[in-house]
């Protein structure tokens, strides 16, 4: 069975410029969970889906945004970078909501900003 | 304080030795705690996770809980070189109860042959 799935797994942005990171979740997951993994930090907590409803936010600004489809991947949208941004994006999926079930990480996309 | 604290190390043990890792949190509700193994350049991976106090066994893996002291540890024992790597402690629940995970910081392990 396929795992979670991260697209692109490289990316190379310049400041002010916006980003989409996708994500498709392991078959009949329907919870997705994004995580930013600054190099040498453990990953933070940016967003949480469940059933295509906004779960949770973490304390990230406004410019993050996403969004789940009715087949349940998801979306990650980042409007105008800061090298700040510059980061391993991962994407987690679980059967239920997680805190009923476990999360599976995909391989995430490194995302660099100059 | 920080929320979830590891020591980042490195801890370097020898082939065939026990490693202890360790984590404190600070959020006293917590429920759910997980120990994500992650090698350089690639995702977390999930190796254990407990729910209540005591230990937990799952192979070369042992996960020990102590709620009242607000801690969470690893033993690997038999250590092997293919186990280093950098170990998350995670922790779930607690005051928000959105399913979060809430990581440390990571500790890096180095199993020298």
């Known amino acids: 069975d396929a795992g979670v799935t991260q697209s692109p797994t490289h990316l190379i942005k310049t400041r002010g410029q916006h980003v989409t990171l996708r994500c498709s979740p392991i078959?009949?997951?329907?919870?997705v969970s994004w995580y930013q993994q600054v190099l040498g930090q453990g990953p933070q907590f940016i967003f949480q889906?469940?059933?295509?409803?906004?779960?949770g936010r973490g304390n990230f600004p406004d410019r993050f945004s996403a969004r789940q489809f009715p087949n349940y991947s998801s979306e990650l949208n980042v409007n105008a970078l800061l090298l700040g941004d510059s980061a391993l994006y991962l994407c987690?999926?679980?059967?239920?909501?997680?805190?009923?079930?476990?999360?599976?990480f995909g391989n995430g996309t490194r995302l660099t900003v100059t | 304080q920080k929320e979830v604290e590891q020591n980042s190390g490195p801890l370097s043990v020898p082939e065939g030795a026990i490693a202890s890792l360790n984590c404190t949190y600070s959020d006293r509700g917590s429920q759910s705690f997980f120990w994500y193994r992650q090698y350089s350049g690639k995702s977390p991976e999930l190796i254990m996770s407990?729910?209540?106090?005591g230990d937990k066994e799952d192979g070369r893996f042992t996960a020990q809980l102590n709620k009242a002291s607000q801690y969470v540890s690893l033993l690997i024992r038999d250590s092997q070189p293919s186990d280093s790597a950098t170990y998350l402690c995670?922790?779930?629940?607690?005051?928000?109860?959105?399913?979060?995970?809430?990581f440390g910081q990571g500790t890096t392990l180095q199993v020298k042959p």
């Open positions: 987690a999926s679980s059967f239920a909501t997680p805190e009923n079930s476990p999360l599976h």
């Open positions: 889906y469940y059933e295509k409803e906004e779960r």
């Open positions: 078959s009949g997951h329907k919870s």
């Open positions: 407990i729910y209540s106090n």
């Open positions: 995670a922790v779930q629940g607690g005051s928000s109860n959105t399913g979060k995970l809430i």
